[in-house]
T-cell receptor
């Protein structure tokens, strides 16, 4: 079945470091891909999305490109801040369904 | 426009009791999804509902769990005869339309603790 695999965390970085969180997926058809962020004690917020191959989603300095050839949707940010500390979840929505399938989540800790 | 609302935020139940979790979608949204986040695990899809209809319940345990989204009022996730393994965070999401490009807006979650 469809699935999402994320790199294990936690990821600990210093402020202003470059961030990459890897995400790969397995799916039939043409899923949409998403990154959500979850701050402590809160629900999920949509960070960015891409709906077809080679699309690049971007928001708040984060970006990810839908790579069909490598079935990947890696999240990147050029310079992280302490306020970016959170759990990041990669997800896909299979073709013609409403549900989201999530990866395990990756905890990011940014130290000043 | 108020976001997705869930209540209660925290719920404590003894083993064998019933738990009722409520979700009010965003205004104008007629699609509701429930997810469960078990400790040390990722978020798992449980059920997808439209007004008065269950569209996909493939992620819902076959026993003790049920969900509804009536014509009026919030969506309800009901867990009968709770067990310790039901302790988790339950998140509700809503969207104005389904489909692969649909974005889901999440509520803050209900944290259920079974003692």
């Amino acid at each position: 079945g469809d699935s999402v695999t994320q790199m294990e965390g936690p990821v600990t970085l210093s402020e202003e470091a470059f961030l990459t969180i890897n995400c790969t997926y397995t799916a039939t058809g043409y899923p949409s891909l998403f990154w959500y962020v979850q701050y402590p004690g809160e629900g999920l917020q949509l960070l960015l999305k891409a709906t077809k191959a080679d699309d690049k989603g971007s928001n708040k300095g984060f970006e990810a490109t839908y790579r069909k050839e490598t079935t990947s949707f890696h999240l990147e940010k050029g310079s992280v801040q302490v306020s970016d500390s959170a759990v990041y979840l990669c997800a896909l929505s299979p073709s013609n369904t409403g549900k989201l399938i999530f990866g395990q989540g990756t905890t990011l800790q940014v130290k000043p | 426009n108020a976001g997705v609302m869930q209540n209660p935020r925290h719920l404590v139940r003894r083993r064998g009791q019933e738990a009722r979790l409520r979700c009010s979608p965003m205004k104008g949204h007629s699609h509701v999804y429930w997810y469960r986040q078990l400790p040390e695990e990722g978020l798992k899809f449980m059920v997808y509902l439209q007004k008065e209809n269950i569209i996909d319940e493939s992620g819902m345990p076959k026993e003790r769990f049920s969900a509804e989204f009536p014509k009026e009022g919030p969506s309800i996730l009901r867990i009968q005869q709770v067990v310790r393994g039901d302790s988790a965070a339950y998140f509700c999401a809503s969207s104005p339309s389904p489909g692969q490009a649909g974005e889901q807006y999440f509520g803050p979650g209900t944290r259920l603790t079974v003692t």
